[in-house]
């Protein structure tokens, strides 16, 4: 079975600061990990995705995340925080052959971004 | 490109009514999702079609049904509305079953229950 933790349900950071969005993930098998984010009252974006390839993954807006197995972590950064990364941002994850259609989310973290 | 469209977008019912969400994509993905969002509990899954023709439940299918009516729609139905089915349904659609190619979702239909 596989499941997020996302770590702090608010994450509040002035302009310009880093962003770090903290998930730990369980998984049985070798897991497939995402990153995605949500504007108000949109549906989700796809940020970054971890497939077993390279250990730090960049997507899009300048994000990146790194996986790290000794840790069961896959955390979400971005060295300057920008107004418009203001939004929640769900962490994901999936694999195996076991439960490969689902991904499983964590509760999310809403970042807002202080001026 | 129109990616996943969800109709409709916002949705009033009594409690005991029904309603049919749909969803329809035209990315020719082959697997498609129904989650619902509640606040501080994330997204959780109804129900997942993993190609046209098959159908299964998810983690919350309890008080819903679902239709895959062809390889573009999937629908979902709410036989009597209760106020716990008051949420955010997002429709989503992927690549292949296996969810490592990542999901595409529609902008969700705000539903609420009285």
């Known amino acids: 079975a596989q499941s997020v933790t996302q770590l702090g349900s608010h994450v509040s950071v002035s302009e310009g600061a880093l962003v770090l969005l903290r998930c730990n993930y369980s998984?049985?098998?070798?897991?497939?990990l995402f990153w995605y984010v949500q504007y108000p009252n949109q549906g989700l974006q796809l940020l970054l995705k971890?497939?077993?390839?390279?250990?730090l993954v960049k997507g899009i807006n300048g994000f990146e995340a790194e996986f790290k197995k000794s840790e069961t972590s896959f955390h979400l950064t971005k060295p300057s925080a920008h107004m418009s990364d203001a939004a929640e941002y769900f962490c994901a994850v999936t694999g195996g052959q076991t439960g490969a259609n689902n991904l499983f989310f964590g509760t999310g973290t809403r970042l807002t971004v202080i001026p | 490109n129109a990616g996943v469209t969800q109709t409709p977008k916002f949705q009033v019912l009594k409690t005991g009514q029904s309603m049919t969400l749909q969803c329809a994509q035209d990315?020719?993905?082959?697997?498609m999702y129904w989650y619902r969002q509640d606040p501080g509990m994330g997204l959780r899954l109804i129900y997942y079609?993993?190609?046209?023709?098959?159908?299964d439940k998810g983690e919350v299918p309890n008080g819903y049904n679902v239709s895959r009516l062809n390889k573009r729609e999937f629908s979902l139905r709410l036989e009597s509305a209760a106020p716990s089915q008051t949420s955010v349904y997002f429709c989503?659609?992927?690549?292949?079953?296996?969810?490592?190619?990542?999901?595409?979702f529609g902008s969700g239909t705000r539903l609420t229950v009285v």
């Open positions: 989503a659609s992927s690549v292949r079953d296996r969810a490592n190619y990542g999901y595409t």
């Open positions: 971890y497939t077993s390839a390279a250990t």
């Open positions: 998984s049985s098998v070798p897991p497939y």
């Open positions: 990315m020719n993905h082959n697997s």
């Open positions: 079609s993993a190609s046209e023709g098959t159908t």
